[in-house]
């Protein structure tokens, strides 16, 4: 049957290979789906490796999305200005066709599962790595009425606005700049939850019937959830709707078929 498989480093606690059997599963395809811990200097040989021996496409996670953007032959508009591919297919005439489904999954999980209207939103988007490069074309694609980036480092920020400016209403600041200021939508992209932490954010940030979204998920509350609770967020949601809508997003690519994803997320949760 058709094969496919995540690359990353590290790999193990990696969630794609059930989530993707899940969806072949319910909706009955052929295929296999392993990881594969790919050496930090061994990614693009274990690739080459994969589809000479067949494979018909991957995912790709930390830290090779940017050498998956540089070895696609053929990348999405989405995945273009990403800078990043976490989805890499093999096209009939032998070349990979690179995806970013990281965005298209954050926005399908705000709108379809969360029932969030972006249109028209003053939205905040905190951190300016790559996590967040990724998703700023399909948030800026629902037309909010603003996205502001705000990042530590006030110049990763502005490069960001630059890159996208002609795809929305996009601008930078520091965090000291957030004062003041209120959102309807506030979503943490910054590593920070990964360590408990948190940046610096103003009491009065949320406006009223504001939602947040931690791009990071855990088995409990992050720093993240828990701030947005304790200052009036009427949703807090963390980043498990947005994993398991990425991968449905390419397996959608991979097989032209749209899995369930509800069921999955109770069952995970
Ligand atoms: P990723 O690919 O996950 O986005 P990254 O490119 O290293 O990882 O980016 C990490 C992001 O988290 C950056 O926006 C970083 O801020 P800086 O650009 O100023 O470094 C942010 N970040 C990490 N730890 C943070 C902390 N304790 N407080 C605030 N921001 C933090």
């Not at 890159?163 to 992209?189: K, M, R, S």
């Not at 509350?221 to 498990?240: C, M, N, P």
Request: glycine share 10%; hydrophobic share 40%.
């Amino acid at each position: 049957s058709d094969r496919y498989t995540v690359f990353g480093n590290p790999i193990e606690h990696s969630k794609s290979p059930m989530i993707h059997r899940h969806f072949a599963a319910q909706t009955n395809q052929a295929l296999v789906y392993d990881k594969t811990l790919t050496p930090v200097d061994g990614f693009s040989q274990a690739l080459a490796e994969f589809f000479n021996q067949g494979g018909r496409g991957c995912n790709i996670t930390v830290p090779f999305k940017e050498q998956a953007w540089q070895l696609a032959d053929q990348l999405s508009d989405a995945a273009r200005k990403a800078g990043a591919v976490n989805t890499l297919t093999r096209l009939e005439n032998g070349q990979l066709q690179g995806d970013n489904t990281d965005g298209v999954g954050l926005v399908q999980d705000l709108i379809a599962n969360l029932r969030l209207n972006l249109a028209g939103k003053k939205i905040l988007l905190l951190g300016a790595g790559g996590a967040v490069r990724g998703v700023i074309g399909p948030i800026l694609a629902q037309s909010p009425a603003s996205l502001l980036v705000a990042n530590r480092t006030v110049e990763k920020a502005n490069q960001l606005a630059k890159i996208f400016a002609e795809d929305g209403n996009i601008t930078a600041c520091g965090y000291p700049q957030l004062a003041g200021q209120q959102f309807d939508l506030v979503i943490n992209g910054t590593a920070a939850s990964l360590q408990g932490e948190l940046p610096p954010l103003p009491d009065d940030l949320l406006a009223n019937g504001a939602a947040c979204y931690d791009m990071m998920y855990s088995t409990s509350d992050t720093a993240f959830q828990i701030w947005a609770k304790s200052h009036g967020a009427v949703i807090a949601a963390d980043g498990l709707g947005m994993l398991i809508e990425q991968a449905a997003q390419a397996f959608y690519i991979w097989r032209n078929c749209r899995p369930v994803t509800g069921k999955l997320f109770l069952e995970m949760r």
